[in-house]
């Protein structure tokens, strides 16, 4: 089980004068479900790179179970990532693209067919990517990501210009494999709704620089459908009392948002 404590005092690229991010803090806890949500251009994708070591320049850190990440090494992290693209070789066959980051584990096919079975792709596993329809391709990455069997997921937009029956279908998917592996779990969306309904907290992202503004709990049992009464009434309580929550909340200042317990419809 994993927990994460990230304190990043600036963060810039060369080049670049302004802060990327700057003041940000976050914590998340043992098998947590975290959706990161703010402006387009804010940093959520940059803050994903930071805490999956693909970039390391900032002012701050990042602990993992309390061992700064650059000790990861001694203290192995298992990541599973899932970007905006499905990022599949074109060459490999399904089967082969799930079972290329399982580094010839002895359980390496099986683990594939398992999850290919998880994700409703059974009968495709020698079908190539381009063969498949672009919900069949982030399908597969989602079953990529799970190989591993991950303590820390990172999850960038990964159902980003699906179709809604679609990306709800992944989403359902996705909890269920969470569910049976409980990693913690970053999860990057423009889209509250869809935060909603899958995270167990929400944390709300200013402009660039990046700080955190508002943090939500939410106490709703899953399965939550994203347009159900219950992330109805959460979604539209937080706009009407911030309208400007999800552009950032350019003149407003970190604060805790109440949490809610209202109950899932029947």
Do not use: C
């Amino acid at each position: 089980m994993i927990e994460l404590k990230v304190r990043i005092r600036r963060k810039t690229f060369p080049g670049k004068p302004a802060d990327v991010l700057a003041g940000l803090a976050f914590d998340a806890g043992a098998g947590e479900f975290i959706a990161l949500v703010g402006p387009s251009g804010a940093g959520k994708t940059t803050i994903l790179n930071l805490v999956g070591g693909l970039d390391r320049d900032m002012e701050g850190e990042i602990l993992i179970n309390g061992q700064p990440l650059t000790d990861r090494q001694t203290h192995p992290v298992r990541y599973g990532y899932m970007f905006q693209e499905p990022r599949l070789m074109p060459w490999l066959t399904v089967e082969d693209n799930v079972r290329l980051v399982l580094d010839g584990m002895h359980d390496s096919t099986e683990r594939a067919r398992q999850l290919l079975r998880e994700v409703e792709l059974e009968g495709n596993e020698r079908s190539f990517p381009r063969q498949l329809s672009g919900g069949m391709q982030r399908r597969v990455a989602l079953a990529r990501a799970f190989a591993v069997r991950p303590m820390l997921l990172l999850m960038d937009e990964p159902f980003i210009s699906l179709d809604a029956p679609t990306a709800a279908r992944l989403r359902e998917q996705l909890l269920i494999l969470w569910e049976e592996l409980r990693p913690t779990v970053l999860f990057v969306t423009h889209d509250l709704r869809e935060a909603l309904s899958v995270a167990d907290r929400v944390i709300f992202l200013s402009g660039s620089p990046a700080r955190v503004v508002k943090e939500l709990r939410i106490d709703v049992p899953r399965p939550r459908d994203p347009y159900g009464k219950a992330v109805t009434d959460i979604h539209t309580g937080l706009l009407q009392a911030h309208p400007d929550l999800l552009s950032g909340l350019a003149n407003g200042s970190r604060g805790e948002v109440n949490e809610h317990s209202e109950r899932r419809s029947a």
